[in-house]
Each structure stands twice: as C-alpha cells, then as structure tokens.
C-alpha cells in the first residue's frame, strides 16, 4: 500500500500519525516516516495497521520481505554449514 492509501485508512477509523503517535509516546515525525517510507520501526508499524484495521502484511510489505530475506539466509548458513562438516 501507498502512504496515501493508509492515511485514508487512518482517517476512516478516525486516528491520524498524530494519534498513533501519543498513543506509542513517540514523535508523529516517527509514525510519518514509517508510514511514508514504509519500514522504520515495526512496532510503529503495527500500531498503525491495528488503527487503520489492515492487515499488516498487506500495509507494509516490507517486514515480509525482511523476514523472508532472514530465512533464506539462515537456510543458506544451515547448509554452508552441514557441506563444511563433510568437507
């Protein structure tokens, strides 16, 4: 999803960034930039998901991306690992 997109979310559940934020006790800067950028601070993330009711994978794709990168390493390492006790 697009910033625009989840800030017409927000306002239809009647939260904005600076909502969220006083509710995390963080800078609406922060919650701007997560939602602009896309990733930053995954609970920020959330947090806005939850208040604009999205799921989160779909408003920000980003942190599946991530988890599936991490993985894919972590698998790589796994097997580098067993051919080296072979080795």
Not at 7 to 26: C, D, F, M, W
Not at 31 to 47: H, W
Not at 65 to 82: C, D, F, M, V
């Amino acid at each position: 999803m697009n910033a625009a997109e989840i800030y017409q979310a927000l306002r239809k559940h009647g939260y904005n960034a600076s909502k969220v934020a006083e509710a995390l006790e963080v800078r609406p800067q922060s919650v701007a930039t997560v939602i602009r950028d896309g990733c930053g601070s995954e609970r920020i993330a959330r947090a806005v998901a939850v208040a604009a009711k999205l799921p989160f994978e779909q408003a920000f794709p980003f942190y599946a991306e991530k988890k599936a990168r991490k993985y894919q390493r972590s698998q790589q390492i796994k097997s580098l690992k067993a051919m080296l006790e072979v080795a």
